[in-house]
């Protein structure tokens, strides 16, 4: 990852430079910066893909597979790719502000620090994708927040059908069919699917944390003054496909502890789906991390902290989001939007989202009270 981070600031001029390469975390300021991330089609900071040559593009995405294991920089790729489906979706009349608002080479990569600096960082993010790194002692601490959304979540090709994030719907799916009767009222939250994950792009995840409306989930202010009609546009149909009222965003709210149906109380088959499904995000990182993950959730200790919570229908294709919670992992999933065809899927941890927690002990250890 050092080096591959090193190629790509050595491949890119003064001006690429002052976007692409950013102060240390333990900067104020800038740690402000990278605690800012985004899931909606809105500028997320950095140097963009399109801007750069094909060489310095070939770079940057070598340094994004360093932080990937293989199947997680191939569901990144796709997710990049379906930018072009959703310009046709859209009938090409998409612009959010811009020349082409549907752009596949709209996504930013910055660096925090210097690469082999005692602490250091990175992200890409864009529509649908946000990935955090964040590495002390040359030691990969953190890669949460790390969220991939898919619109749409379901594409036609010629004799089958792209669904990126088809492994962390089915699984989930095929878990709360096995649930039986008490076991889905305790994970049953509504009734109805909420129109989006509930943590949001919040930098920490809080007790009492409802959906974000769209407006905060952009950054802003808009240089075109039509974009604010544009969001609130947007938000107001997806409250009105849901039905919520702020009562119902109450309900699904996160809460600790955490709702929804207690792992405790789970059989065996329905554990292992669980496992299955966990690993299916933390299957993201890097094998070594990922590895050190799955030994976690193999112990039954671990999962039996999880709780495991589902709002909307559970028949195969309709709306639906649920969520898996513990001390230190938050996974959220809903389809919704589009008529159950547009996806947001992430990855948390509550207690050391972007290596909160290992930072504020580098800090004390280099500078003790």
Known sequence: MTGAATA????????????????????????????RWFY?????????????DPHQQRLALQLVATGLSPAGYATVAMVMGLENVLDQLEEWGSCLGRKRGRDPGLYWLRLFGRPGDPVWAWRL???????????????????????????????????STLRPLQGVEDTAGRLV???????????LLHRSAVSDIVSGNRSQVHDGDRMMHMRDLWRRPFADASMDDLVDDIDRRAEASSGYTEADHARV??????????????NDAQRELLRQLLSRYTGRAPYDLAAAHDA??????????????????????????????GPSI???????QRNGNHAHSVWRDPRSDFGLT?????RERRFPR
């Open 8 to 35: 790509w600031l050595s491949a890119l001029d003064d001006d690429q430079l002052s976007l692409g390469a950013y102060a240390s975390p333990l900067d104020p300021a800038a740690e402000a910066e990278r605690l």
């Open 40 to 52: 909606t089609p809105t500028e997320h900071g950095g140097l963009a893909i399109r801007d750069q």
């Open 125 to 159: 993010g864009g529509h649908h994708i946000s990935l955090n790194n964040l590495i002390i002692a040359d030691r990969l601490v953190a890669t949460t927040p790390c969220f991939m959304g898919a619109d749409p979540a379901t594409t036609e090709l010629l004799g």
């Open 177 to 187: 069919r096995t649930l039986d009767a008490c076991q889905l009222r305790q994970a």
């Open 253 to 266: 709210a996160i809460t600790f502890p955490a709702k929804g149906v207690s792992v405790r109380d789970m």
């Open 296 to 325: 976690h959730y193999a112990l039954d200790s671990a999962l039996d902290e999880l709780h495991f919570a589902w709002a909307g229908s559970t028949a195969e294709g309709e709306p639906h989001y649920y969520r898996v919670q």
């Open 330 to 336: 938050l996974v959220e999933y809903n389809n919704t």
């Open 358 to 362: 290992e930072l504020a002990e580098h």
